[in-house]
C-alpha cells in the first residue's frame, strides 16, 4: 500500500526559532499533499493544499508567512513552522493524495512539535 | 457554517459484540463520506469510502452505511475485537474544494476482553 512518511516524528525547540518538517511519499508520486495540525482531543484541521510546483493554497486562518510549504518534487512536501510560539506546538500531521481516481488520502505518521 | 459531529464520549463495549459509531454533519451536501482509524500519537489510516450515491459499503468486519436524509453515517464493527480500540474520525469532502477534508472530532471505541 502506499506509504507516508513524516520527518522528524518529534521536535523541541525554544520560542523564536524555525522549525522544518518534511512529508514524503515512499513508494508513490503525490501530485497534492495537505497539511493539517491536531490539538489534543480535537479533529485534525486542515491547514493548507500543497500542489507540487505551484504556491500552496492556505486555509483560512492560516497565515502563509509562518507556516511556509513548500512542494518541490512529487515526493517530497516540506512545512515550516518560522518563529515558532508555544501556541504552535501541536501534531502536525501530512497527507498524499494517490493518482487513479480513488480520492483517498494516506496519511503520514504526524510529528509532535513543543515550543518551549 | 459546515459541521460534522461524532459522540465525544468514549465508546465501551465487549469483545465479540458490535460497535456502531454515529457521523451526523449539518448545512452540507457531501460527495462522499470517509471513516479513518486513528490510534494515540500517530496519524489516520484510511478504512472506508462511501459515495452520496451509496448506502452501504462492506469491507471484512466493517460496514459503513449513508443516509443523505438523515445527514448522518454510521459505522459498524462486527465481532469487535480488542485491537480494535482506537479512535474512528469520519471525514466529508469539503464544499467546492476537491480532495479537501473535514473531519470530525472522533470517536474512541475501547473493546474490553
Known amino acids: 500500500g502506499a506509504v507516508v512518511s513524516q520527518h522528524p516524528s518529534w521536535v523541541i525547540c525554544k520560542s523564536g526559532t524555525s522549525v522544518k518538517i518534511e512529508c514524503r511519499s515512499l513508494d508513490f508520486q503525490a501530485t497534492t499533499m495537505f497539511w493539517y495540525r491536531q490539538f489534543p482531543k480535537q479533529s485534525l484541521m486542515l491547514m493548507a493544499t500543497s500542489n507540487e510546483g505551484s504556491k500552496a493554497t492556505y486555509e483560512q486562518g492560516v497565515e502563509k508567512d509562518k507556516f511556509l510549504i513548500n512542494h518541490a518534487s512529487l515526493t517530497l512536501s516540506t512545512l515550516t513552522v518560522t518563529s515558532a510560539h508555544p501556541e504552535d506546538s501541536s501534531f502536525y500531521i501530512c497527507s498524499a493524495l494517490t493518482s487513479g481516481g480513488v480520492d483517498e488520502q494516506f496519511f503520514g505518521p504526524g510529528t509532535r512539535l513543543t515550543v518551549l | 457554517s459546515q459541521k460534522i459531529e461524532q459522540n465525544s464520549e468514549a465508546l465501551n463495549i465487549q469483545e465479540g459484540k458490535t460497535a456502531t459509531l454515529t457521523c451526523n454533519y449539518t448545512?452540507?451536501?457531501?460527495?462522499?463520506l470517509q471513516w479513518y482509524r486513528q490510534d494515540p500519537g500517530r496519524g489516520p489510516v484510511f478504512l472506508l469510502l462511501?459515495?452520496?450515491?451509496?448506502k452501504e459499503k462492506r469491507k471484512e468486519r466493517l460496514k459503513v452505511t449513508f443516509d443523505t436524509t438523515l445527514k448522518q453515517s454510521l459505522f459498524h464493527i462486527t465481532a469487535s475485537q480488542p485491537a480494535d480500540s482506537a479512535t474512528y474520525l469520519c471525514a466529508l469532502d469539503q464544499t467546492g474544494g476537491y480532495n479537501k477534508l473535514i473531519f470530525g472530532a472522533g470517536t474512541r471505541l475501547a473493546v474490553h476482553p
Open positions: 462511501i459515495r452520496e450515491n451509496e
Open positions: 448545512n452540507y451536501s457531501p460527495a462522499y
